[in-house]
């Protein structure tokens, strides 16, 4: 069992930047790939970034490609987003997932653990 905490969330205007923290319980930590998704109220939940157990494999959706950056640090069990340029369209619950599969996925579905969000809005 893994539990994932989520911080960093808040409020910033346009063109500003924070960075997320996922942190995780466990020991097995760093054999799980790790995923950010967002979700927007009313709308479905949409992948963002994943980055593999290593660390040596990243892949981003279009939408944040270039602004979002995610990286870990298995010794600390941590996963973290950075997100650089935010739009107000960046606006989300944001959620890191853990995929026993190592190797990350774009789908939600291939996640078995998730944190419980922290709410990111971005001010025009």
């Known amino acids: 069992q893994v539990q994932l905490v989520e911080s960093g969330g808040g409020l910033v205007q346009a063109g500003g930047s924070l960075r997320l923290s996922c942190a995780a319980s466990?020991?097995?930590?760093?054999?799980?790939?790790m995923g950010w998704f967002r979700q927007a109220p009313g709308k479905e939940r949409k992948f963002v970034a994943a980055?593999?157990?290593?660390?040596?494999?990243?892949y981003y959706a279009d939408s944040v490609k270039g602004r979002f950056t995610i990286s870990r640090d298995n010794t600390k069990n941590t996963v973290y987003l950075q997100m650089n340029s935010l739009k107000p369209e960046d606006t989300a619950a944001y959620y890191c997932?853990?995929?026993?599969?190592?190797?990350?996925?774009?789908?939600?579905?291939?996640?078995?653990?998730w944190g419980q969000g922290t709410q990111v809005t971005v001010s025009s």
């Open positions: 980055i593999n157990w290593s660390g040596s494999w990243t």
């Open positions: 466990g020991r097995t930590f760093s054999t799980y790939a």
């Open positions: 997932a853990a995929d026993r599969g190592h190797s990350g996925s774009v789908y939600p579905s291939a996640y078995d653990y």
